[in-house]
C-alpha cells in the first residue's frame, strides 16, 4: 500500500486544513487526557514550521447536525494554545465567513482551529456541497485522523476530492504500523483475539485465518468456541447461537494452515466481582455453577512459549475480565511477554481496538508494544480486511 504523505505536499505559504481527531474525554468542562492533542502535534508542528496556514478541522462528540455549544472545540483550541505556548486562533463556524475571516487573520505558521465539522448535518452525511464549503478554506488537505478514516464523512473523505491531500504524520505512523503487522509481517504472526463477544468479533476472525499463523483465543469469546467443541463452561458469558460459527471459523482457519489457540485451563468464580474466591481448574472440570473468568497458568505458559518463536504479535481484546482482580492476571502476564519480547527486538507488535488499549496499559505494558494504536471502530475494521474510505482517498497512484 502506498499513499500520499507530507513530502508529497508544497505547503510553504498555503492554507493547509488537517482534519484531526480532537475528540478528547472531558469531564466537567475539564479535558481528562491530552493524548489526542499530543499524538497530532507532530503534523502540526511540522506544516506550521514549513509555514503553512495550518487550519484544524475536527469533530467532538455526536451533536448530529446541531449546534451544541457543550460540544464546542474552542476548550480543545485553548488547550493546544497551551501545550504549544503560543496562540491558536478559533473560528466559530467551520465554513463561511467566520471561518474565512479567522484564517485570513492567521499568519504563515499560525494555527486555528475551526469549530466542530458535526455541527453541520453535512459531515456525516458526506454532503458535496458542504466537502466543496470546507474545501474553500484551503489549498490542501492532510488527514490526521486513522481514527475517523472508517467513516466517509465530508471532513474525512469528500473533501479530499477536492484538494491535493496526503497523510499526516500520525496517519502515516498508523498506517505503516497496521501494514507491517498485516499486510507485509515477518512470519511467524501470532494474533491474539479477546474481549467479550465472537458476534463482534467474527468478520475479524474470518479475516486473520487468511494472513496469520495462529490465532490465540481468549476472554469470553474463548467460552464459545470451547462449548461448540463440547466442554462444559458452566455458567460462562457464553453465545450459544454462534457455535456453528466458531466451528466455521475452526474450518476455515485449517483450509488457511492457520491454528486456533484455545486455553487449556481457566481461572473461574462463582462471581464476576472483585475478590471473588477464585481457582484455577483444567478444562474439563469447570464446575457447573462457576464461570471462566480468565485463562489459567498453563494456558500462560502455551501462550509464552509460542510467543518465543512469533516474530510479529497483532493484539486485538483482553484474555480475561480485566477490569477485575485478578482476572487481570492473563492478559498481564501474556502482555508483559510480548513487551519484554518486543524490547529485546525479537517482536514487532502491534495492538489496538476497543477495550484493549486499558488492558495494556493496566498490565503495563502499553509502552513496550512496537505500537498501540488510539483508534476502536478503525482499527478493527482495518483487520477486518476492509478499505477504509478515509485511507482510500489518500493512496498514490
Ligand atoms: P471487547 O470490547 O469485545 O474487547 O470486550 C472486552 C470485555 O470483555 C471486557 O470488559 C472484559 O471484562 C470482557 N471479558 C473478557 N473475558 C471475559 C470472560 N471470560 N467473561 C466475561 N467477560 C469477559
Not at 58 to 77: C, E, I, T
Not at 264 to 279: H, I, L, M, P, T
Amino acid at each position: 500500500m502506498r499513499f500520499k504523505t507530507l513530502e508529497d505536499l508544497d505547503v510553504r505559504g498555503k492554507r493547509v486544513l488537517v482534519r484531526v481527531d480532537f475528540n478528547v474525554p472531558v469531564r466537567d468542562g475539564k479535558i481528562t487526557d491530552t493524548t489526542r492533542i499530543d499524538r497530532a502535534l507532530a503534523t502540526l508542528n511540522e506544516l506550521a514550521g514549513n509555514g503553512a496556514k495550518v487550519i484544524i478541522l475536527s469533530h467532538f462528540g455526536r451533536p448530529k447536525g446541531q449546534v451544541v455549544p457543550d460540544m464546542s472545540l474552542r476548550p480543545v483550541a485553548e488547550a493546544l494554545s497551551e501545550i504549544l505556548g503560543k496562540p491558536v486562533g478559533f473560528a466559530g463556524d467551520c465554513i463561511g465567513d467566520a471561518a474565512a475571516s479567522a484564517i485570513a487573520d492567521t499568519p504563515e505558521g499560525g494555527m486555528v482551529v475551526l469549530e466542530n465539522v458535526r455541527f453541520h448535518a453535512g459531515e456525516e452525511k458526506n454532503d458535496p456541497e458542504f466537502a466543496k464549503a470546507l474545501a474553500a478554506n484551503g489549498d490542501a488537505f492532510v488527514s490526521d485522523a486513522f481514527s475517523a478514516a472508517h467513516r466517509a464523512h465530508a471532513s474525512t473523505e469528500g473533501i479530499a476530492h477536492l484538494l491535493p491531500s496526503a497523510a499526516g504524520r500520525l496517519m502515516q505512523t498508523e498506517l505503516e504500523a497496521l501494514s507491517a503487522a498485516l499486510e507485509t509481517p515477518a512470519h511467524p504472526v501470532i494474533a491474539v483475539v479477546g474481549g467479550a463477544k465472537v458476534s463482534s468479533k467474527m468478520a475479524v476472525l474470518g479475516h486473520l485465518t487468511q494472513k496469520v499463523d495462529q490465532i490465540v483465543i481468549g476472554g469470553g469469546m474463548a467460552n464459545t468456541f470451547l462449548y461448540a467443541g463440547g466442554m462444559g463452561i458452566g455458567k460462562s458469558l457464553c453465545e450459544k447461537e454462534m457455535a456453528d460459527d466458531a466451528r466455521a471459523i475452526i474450518e476455515t482457519a485449517a483450509a488457511h494452515g492457520c491454528e486456533i489457540v484455545l486455553p487449556s485451563d481457566a481461572v473461574v468464580a462463582a462471581a464476576f466481582e472483585e475478590g471473588a474466591a477464585s481457582k484455577t481448574v483444567g478444562l474439563n472440570d469447570v464446575p457447573d455453577d462457576m464461570m471462566i473468568l480468565d485463562i489459567g497458568p498453563a494456558s500462560i505458559d502455551d501462550l509464552k512459549s509460542r510467543l518465543q518463536s512469533a516474530k510479529t504479535v497483532l493484539w486485538n481484546g483482553p484474555l480475561g475480565a480485566f477490569e477485575v482482580k485478578p482476572f487481570d492476571a492473563g492478559t498481564n502476564a501474556v502482555a508483559q511477554e510480548v513487551a519484554a519480547l518486543t524490547s529485546k527486538g525479537q517482536l514487532l507488535s502491534v495492538a489496538g481496538g476497543g477495550d484493549t488499549v486499558s488492558a495494556l496499559a493496566n498490565a503495563g505494558a502499553a509502552d513496550d508494544f512496537s505500537y498501540v494504536s488510539a483508534a476502536g471502530g478503525a482499527f478493527l475494521e482495518w483487520i477486518e480486511g476492509k478499505t477504509l474510505p478515509g485511507v482510500a482517498v489518500i493512496l498514490a497512484d
